[in-house]
């Protein structure tokens, strides 16, 4: 299947009314969450996990795909209305996004981020669908030594990318890798570290470690804060449109950042919220206007929102094509596949067309809902920010314990949540990532297996692994990614 | 505590951590470099660990600008919220979902500033009444069921 065909073939799965409804309630939902403090995509869509148990392997990756790109879009409308960034992605659009509302310009802010994010959305689908079955095509190559290199990479990449010192991520890697230990040992299924308990048998649950430092860690974080509820700018939906001007002054950073987003989705780590810096970053280095920046520059908004959401439909790639999660976020989808039973990999897309080219095709439909979706109803999601804190904090700590609870009527998952939130909440006090951990936990599996699978195949004769051309470059890559800032310092002194 | 005790105190804790880990894999099959065993792959995240872990003590020693943390005040109000989850956690099997579910969500509801009692409870009920009818009736999960025996 080419990617044409690809793309009309999953638009008729995406179009069913099933499917249609699962995008809708992802993308509304991801809105809410974008636009809500406390809980996230993340948190989001492993509360959401047993709610696609009754839905085809499609139709929960589509709707869980929504929540993850929705929440993009939500949290760019705290971010213009009240300073206040839903998302990690939107900081940089509090700076001039914010300006422009106080100026009485909020309409236009949110009609150009929305557009960017469409636009971005468009470019993501377009990229999927050609840079995908290219991407499939090469990892048939790959054996078990070129899993372990990349899963490897993956995670030296993560440790530079994150705001962590590097002894504190590779500390993150290390607990998180650990953490994948505990249970059956992939080759030989012995049991490791389960302390008697039978339910660690099977390994310990990315889900309740992923809701307790996104979910429980937040609410701790709040409640330390003491947070109050915000008073937004109001935004009449007549004034939604932008100037002729702000429209010259929009398409190419959107055009830029849309690119360049979906190109820093590929690598691993926190890639859109760096990508709105670089958006930013270049898009005031070509401005006729520099001095715009920071007062209210359009520019300013277009381009990081545009980057923001091409970095989320990036990040699908190496989970559709490789099997390997570079985000949290992938990692909650890749537990969902794995639960619906869809093996994951190269051959997901000869495998599992309809899920592969279902989901694609989705993303520009749920990008288009929520074009049409929140631009007239910016006034319904701003009422939402009015709601008291307190509500908002007491219905997150009950959705994380009974959603945790609901994934497998298991109470130890529960003290898990409760464990990894408290663990969570002061790793973040003591400036440890917590992101990294849970990625580690994630790939750990895969890289467990595939060093193992390594060892056998070359018989034990470990410099091979490293005498493969595509395992040495990546895993020189890593090298020069890890040590790389510490020389440059070493170099300026 | 605006001292370098929290950064010494973490770096201390995942040593004893990546060491433990170390310590327990010795006591699994570790195999050949042919067919490694299960021990392999947990030596070798013990090991890392331990040296990052050391590395993030000399550099906890050395920081110029150490993590400001005290428990004491930072964490009065998470520590409140963190008493009534493990409550929670307690009551739940024991007494059912509605019990624990109202208690919770009382605490959470005063940590977060909300006023009055009556005005808590009521909140408390509604939501409680909704996550069953939302997870018990719709979505089918069985709580656990009342044992009473403390």
Excluded at chain 1, 403 to 409: D, R
Excluded at chain 1, 414 to 429: C, E, F, N, P, T
Excluded at chain 1, 465 to 483: D, E, H, K, N, S
Aim: charge should be positive.
């Amino acid at each position: 299947m080419n990617a044409v065909d690809g793309i009309l073939f999953g638009f008729s799965v995406a179009l069913e009314w099933r499917n249609l409804l699962a995008c809708f309630i992802g993308v509304l939902i991801g809105t809410v969450v974008g636009v809500l403090p406390g809980i996230g995509p993340v948190g989001a869509m492993a509360l959401l996990l047993p709610a696609t148990y009754a839905l085809t392997p499609a139709g929960a990756l589509i709707m869980l795909a929504g929540i993850y790109y929705g929440s993009m879009y939500g949290g760019s409308t705290t971010a213009i209305l009240l300073k206040v960034p839903g998302e990690v992605s939107s900081v940089i659009t509090c700076i001039d996004g914010y300006e422009m509302a106080r100026q009485g310009r909020a309409g236009p802010a949110l009609f150009v981020a929305a557009i960017g994010s469409f636009a971005a959305g468009t470019v993501g689908v377009i990229g999927l669908a050609f840079v995908g079955p290219l991407l499939s095509r090469a990892a048939l190559t790959f054996g078990p030594p070129e899993y372990f290199a990349l899963c490897l990479l993956g995670l030296m990449i993560l440790s530079r990318l994150t705001d962590s010192t590097l002894s504190r991520a590779i500390i993150m890697v290390a607990t998180g890798l650990a953490l994948s230990t505990i249970g059956m040992e992939p080759m030989s299924g012995t049991s490791r570290f389960t302390f008697g308990f039978l339910k660690l048998a099977q390994g310990i649950d990315l889900v309740p470690i992923a809701m307790g430092m996104f979910g429980v860690a937040e609410l701790l974080v709040m409640a330390e804060q003491k947070l109050k509820t915000e008073t937004p700018i109001s935004v009449r939906v007549r004034e939604l449109l932008p100037t002729k001007e702000d429209w010259q002054r929009s398409w190419r950073p959107i055009t830029r950042g849309s690119v360049m987003g979906f190109l820093f989705g590929l690598v691993p780590g926190p890639t859109a919220m760096i990508a709105t810096f670089a958006s930013y970053a270049l898009e005031r280095k070509l401005s006729r206007h520099p001095e715009q920046f920071g007062k209210g520059a359009i520019e300013g908004v277009a381009g990081p929102e545009a980057a923001n959401n091409g970095a989320a439909q990036g990040a699908f790639i190496p989970l559709l094509t490789l099997g390997i999660p570079f985000a949290p976020a992938s990692a909650m989808l890749l537990t969902a596949l794995l639960i619906h039973g869809v093996q994951t990999g190269p051959l997901m897309m000869v495998n599992n067309p309809e899920v592969f080219w279902g989901v694609v095709s989705s993303m520009y439909v749920g990008n288009f809902m929520l074009l049409v979706l929140n631009l007239p109803l910016v006034g319904v999601f701003v009422a939402l920010l009015r709601l008291p804190m307190y509500l908002i904090a007491n219905i997150v700590a009950l959705l994380c314990l009974v959603g945790t609870y609901a994934i497998s009527n298991s109470l130890l998952d529960i003290w898990v949540l409760l464990i990894s939130g408290v663990a969570g909440y002061l790793l973040r006090k003591l400036r440890f990532e917590p992101a990294i951990l849970v990625l580690a936990l994630a790939l750990g599996p895969i890289l467990e297996r595939s060093f193992l699978q390594s060892l056998y195949l070359v018989q034990g004769e470990w410099m091979e692994i490293f005498q493969r051309p595509i395992t040495a470059g990546m895993l020189i890559t890593g090298l020069v990614v890890l040590v790389a800032p510490a020389l440059l310092r070493l170099v300026r002194r | 505590m605006n001292s370098r005790a929290p950064g010494l105190a973490a770096a201390l804790m995942f040593l004893v951590i990546g060491g433990g880990q170390f310590y327990m894999a010795l006591d699994l099959p570790r195999g050949t470099l042919a067919e490694p065993g299960p021990a392999v792959f947990p030596l070798l995240v013990g090991v890392l660990m331990s040296a990052a872990s050391i590395a993030g003590l000399v550099r906890a020693l050395v920081e110029r600008d150490p993590v400001h943390f005290d428990l004491r005040t930072d964490g009065a109000r998470p520590a409140v919220l963190v008493a009534a989850l493990v409550a929670f956690l307690l009551l739940l099997p024991r007494v059912g979902f509605i019990l624990p579910s109202l208690l919770l969500q009382m605490i959470t509801l005063q940590v977060f500033g909300m006023r009055g009692l009556w005005r808590r409870l009521a909140v408390a009920s509604v939501t409680t009444a909704a996550a069953v009818f939302l997870f018990e009736t719709l979505l089918g999960v069985q709580f656990p069921t009342p044992s009473w025996t403390f």
